[in-house]
Each structure stands twice: as structure tokens, then as C-alpha cells.
């Protein structure tokens, strides 16, 4: 990142010191000033520290960091993953203009992948398996890590409508919720789907060998294949595993995990959405797409939520965010976005291998509001360290309490209010005593929805993604590896044989061996 655009700005956040939020506030033409919209999305960022000369100065580094250029080798294709010598084009999923960069035969595996998972996903809404209406399906057990469930949990929480099949996620290798889960189901009545892009990753396998032994207990070899699906990009993999060809939807390798949502993972969340609701929520990802690489930078909703994001953590030195929606439907997110932003931006080593020269990805935490309101907000309003936040707020509901609407609405804006302004001027003074008195100055940015709809959805997800690879450029570093997540299920794989009795299975250096002493004991 640029030491000299460091220092001036930092010169800025002392000069804003001097004014306060409440004051910032009130300043003519703040909200159309610190304010921008797009299609169904409002950004409004009043409430930060910004001023109209710090925020042209963030505009001059995103230029002289060449976001633009950057941007069009994203789009074109180019190999933007450097270390993996290979482009990142979840973009193509959503996006034929993305897609028609790609090669004729590849854009085509695309196309027909799409169509063919969407076609499993109509089937299984209809309560049958692909070709054979008299194949009941009123469950799915949808096996995966990662992205692979957080997107897919999020779009059902978020927009499902159709009440069968019921999805049943299975992530976390411990054994306990699976077992009572299949203790609940029938076999006949069961799709099983598993997502794993290179089909090796122990915890989804695992999970994988048990479920199908399950359905073959009940249903005997051929039956419990029929009912076998698989989302990968390794085939050998999947056929040496036992899933049929016909039943096996590509996932590319220029796909990370992450960014997966948009791809054939989400065939269970298709089945619950529904076609035309799936369709939808990817004409919201291209929209997204569209405004940022079209919109100037000052106009542009991801890249002015990156340059907010670096003044929060390059400049102010903030070292955690929070994301609050207020609708209960996206009480998910947070968990899908911290993947998004700690995986993408939890890097220290720039393009050329060095480490970088500032901090790179916050901590990103959250919890729907109300909720959060009792339990995360007494820090955020008096702690020590200041968190930066996002509120995510809907305008029309699609329930007809209009009270309760306006309650929820009016409780995120008044936190909104309270961060900013804190207590001063809401006594007179003397009257509060030190407990119950906030300093305000905490920032915050507030994203509306006219509606939670598929397209709306689709827009929000797309502009964190974006706005995420931006501050990486600015960084310095690569949004699209994960190194940082392979190391501890390498050595995983060393420990596991000590758990189970070798005692020669991990070296010394470890130093595991007296607490696997200590397991050891109390078995």
C-alpha cells in the first residue's frame, strides 16, 4: 500500500478528529455528499469520519492503485489468483457478458451445467427424483465445508418458499448431529448431495461414507446410488466414490469456495428458491457486476464500501467490523461474509512475495438486530476499541405487521444515531454520571433494500465480493487462495493416529504429546 497516501490520510483523520460525528451530521449535504444507490441498494456512509478531502484522497489512491486496470484483467479473465496461476471467474456463473470471455466449449459446460442442476432442482421441488416422478423426495442431506454451505443455507434462510424437500446441512465432522439426523429420515424418501470442489476434503468425505452406508442399509447398492449427487470439479474422484455421471454437476476450478453460491452448490437452495427465484438471484449478481465496472470510482457503491473499509482499518486502525442486518431472514449472513472477507483479505504477504506494509482484513463478526442489541452492542456503544459497522435494514417487508416493521427499522436507525452522537446533548450536563454516559464518534454505514427479493440479494452479495477484491488490490495482496486454511488439516491428518493409539504417529516438535497423554488416560 502506498506510504504516502498513508501519511496524508492519516494527516486527514487527525484533522477530522477535531469534528465530531454528530457535527459531521449536520453539515449541509452530507447524506447526498456521503451517499450513493443502485439499482434496489442504498449506501449510505454519513456516519464515519469521512470528509469531502479525505474521501477525494482514497479516490486518488484507488486510481493510483490501479483499481481500474485491475478490475478489467478480473473481468477479462486474466490470472488475477497469482499464486495459483488462474482467473477468478465465479463472475461467468452469473453473468454471460463474463461468460463470453470464456472459450466456446467451456462457456458451453457452463450453460448446460446451469441448466441441468436447475433441472434436478425442479424435480426435487416437485417431490421426485430427476426422471422418476414415482421416486419420492421430501429430504435432502446437502454434505459440504465452507462456502458450500454458507451459501446455500443463506439463500434457503433468505428466500425459500417451497416447504419440501426439507435441506439438512451436514459441515462440522463431529458425528453428533448426523446421527440424529438419519435416525429421523427415511432412506427412501432422501437425496443426498455432495459439494466438494476437489472431492478430497476429509471432513465432507467422511460425512459422505457414512450417509451413503446409510442409504445402502436401507435401500440396498442401486438404490442408494440413484439417490446420489455430487458438485465437483475432480470427476475421478467422484466416479472412483460411487456417484453416478448422470447424477455429477461440474464445479470449475476457477470457482473458489467462497464464491460458490452462484454455482451448482446451491442446487438444494434451487429446489427450495425455485427456478425462477434462482434465475433472479443471479440477474442480481450480474446487475452488481454491471455498476462496478461501469460506474465511475466516485459513483461506484464497491468501491466507495472498500475505501471505507480501508479508512477504518489502514487509516483509523480499527481492527474488527460487524455486519447487523435487521431482518431476520439474513441472520446468516454474517457467518457467509466472514468467510468472504477473513478468507479473501486474511493475507500478510503481497504479489512479490514480501510481507505487506499494513494490515490487511479486520475481524468480522455479527448477529442479527434486535438480537445483537442485547448482546454485542454494550461493547460497541462503551468499550475500549471502536468497531466499525454495517447495518442492513429492508424498507417493504413482505409480512403486513406494519408496527413490528417500524419498530425494527426505528431500532436500527436509533443505533445507528446512539454510535454516532452518543449521550452528549441528550442530557443537560452533570445530570448522567460516568456508567451511563457514551462518547459516540462510533462509525457506521447503512445498507438498504427497497425488498428482500432474489435480485436484491443477489446485488448485496456481488458488492461485498467486489468490494473485497478491491481493498486486496489496494493491499496489495491475492483475494482468491487460502493457503492459510490447508496447513491445519495437513497436520490434522498426522495427529488423528496418535488419537487413536500410535504414539510414533507426530513428532516431538508438536508438543502435543502430553495433553495426547492426558486424552489417552481418561479413555
Given amino acids: ?157 433468505a428466500l425459500g418458499r417451497n416447504p419440501s424437500p426439507q435441506v439438512h446441512f451436514l459441515s462440522s465432522v463431529d458425528a453428533h448431529f448426523r446421527q440424529r439426523l438419519l435416525a429421523d429420515l427415511e432412506p427412501a424418501e432422501t437425496v443426498v448431495v455432495i459439494a466438494t470442489k476437489s472431492f478430497t476434503t476429509s471432513e465432507t468425505l467422511l460425512h459422505a461414507r457414512r450417509v451413503v452406508q446409510w442409504l445402502k442399509m436401507g435401500l440396498g447398492h442401486n438404490g442408494a446410488v440413484e439417490r446420489l449427487f455430487a458438485i465437483s470439479g475432480n470427476m475421478a474422484a467422484v466416479e472412483a466414490f460411487g456417484v453416478p455421471r448422470a447424477n455429477t454437476l461440474y464445479l470449475p476450478d476457477w470457482v473458489g469456495g467462497r464464491y460458490s453460491v452462484w454455482s451448482a452448490v446451491s442446487l438444494a437452495a434451487a429446489a427450495v428458491m425455485g427456478e ?98 442485547h448482546s454485542l452492542f454494550q461493547m460497541f456503544h462503551q468499550g475500549t476499541a471502536i468497531v466499525p459497522l454495517q447495518f442492513i435494514g429492508v424498507i417493504h417487508p413482505h409480512h403486513d405487521d406494519v408496527e413490528a416493521h417500524a419498530e425494527l427499522l426505528a431500532n436500527m436507525l436509533a443505533q445507528a444515531t446512539a454510535l454516532a452522537t452518543g449521550t452528549a446533548g441528550l442530557q443537560p450536563p452533570g445530570k448522567l454520571d460516568a456508567h451511563r454516559q457514551m462518547p459516540g464518534g462510533r462509525p457506521s454505514e447503512i445498507i438498504l433494500m427497497d425488498e428482500l427479493t432474489p435480485s436484491s440479494l443477489g446485488q448485496l452479495l456481488a458488492l461485498y465480493e467486489h468490494k473485497v477484491f478491491i481493498e486486496n488490490v489496494i493491499w496489495g495482496t491475492n483475494p482468491f487462495d487460502q493457503f492459510g486454511v490447508e496447513l491445519g488439516k495437513e497436520l490434522a491428518k498426522n495427529i488423528q493416529p496418535a488419537l487413536q493409539g500410535d504414539p510414533n504417529a507426530i513428532p516431538e516438535s508438536y508438543g502435543l504429546n502430553a495433553i495426547l497423554d492426558y486424552i489417552q488416560s481418561r479413555k
Avoid at 36 to 59: E, H, W
Avoid at 123 to 141: D, K, S, T, W
Avoid at 143 to 148: E, L, R, V, Y
Avoid at 310 to 332: E, F, G, K, M, S
Wanted: proline share 5%.
Fill in 276 to 373: 425462477g427465484a434462482f434465475r433472479q438471484f443471479l440477474r442480481g449478481g450480474a446487475a452488481m457486476d454491471r455498476h462496478f465496472q461501469t460506474a465511475p470510482l466516485a459513483d461506484n457503491l464497491p468501491v466507495l464500501m472498500a475505501l471505507t473499509g480501508i479508512w477504518h482499518r489502514n487509516i483509523c486502525a480499527y481492527p474488527a467490523q460487524a455486519v447487523i442486518p435487521y431482518d431476520q431472514r439474513l441472520r446468516t449472513l454474517s457467518a457467509y461474509l466472514q468467510q468472504l472477507v477473513m478468507e479473501s483479505g486474511g493475507k500478510s504477504v503481497d504479489r512479490e512475495g514480501q510481507p505487506v506494509n499494513c494490515d490487511t482484513a479486520p475481524v468480522l463478526l455479527g448477529e442479527p438486530g434486535t438480537d445483537a442489541q
Fill in 1 to 157: 500500500m502506498d506510504q504516502d497516501f498513508l501519511q496524508l490520510l492519516r494527516k486527514y483523520n487527525i484533522d477530522s478528529g477535531q469534528k465530531s460525528l454528530s457535527a459531521r451530521l449536520n453539515e449541509p449535504d452530507r447524506f447526498r455528499n456521503f451517499s450513493k444507490s443502485t439499482g434496489n441498494l442504498l449506501l449510505d456512509f454519513t456516519r464515519t469520519g469521512l470528509g469531502r478531502q479525505a474521501l477525494a484522497q482514497l479516490l486518488e489512491l484507488a486510481a493510483h492503485s490501479a483499481v481500474e486496470e485491475s478490475r478489467e484483467q478480473l473481468f477479462q479473465g486474466l490470472e488475477v489468483n497469482f499464486t495459483e496461476q488462474r482467473p477468478a471467474l465465479h463472475m461467468a456463473l452469473r453473468n454471460d457478458d463474463v461468460l463470453h470471455n470464456l472459450d466456446a466449449e467451456t462457456a458451453t459446460r457452463v450453460v448446460n451445467n446451469r441448466d441441468r442442476m436447475l433441472g434436478f432442482a425442479t424435480a426435487f421441488a416437485a417431490g421426485h427424483l430427476p426422471g422418476e416422478p414415482r421416486q419420492p423426495v421430501r429430504h435432502i442431506i446437502h454434505i459440504g465445508m465452507g462456502g458450500s454451505v454458507l451459501g446455500p443455507r443463506l439463500l434457503i434462510e
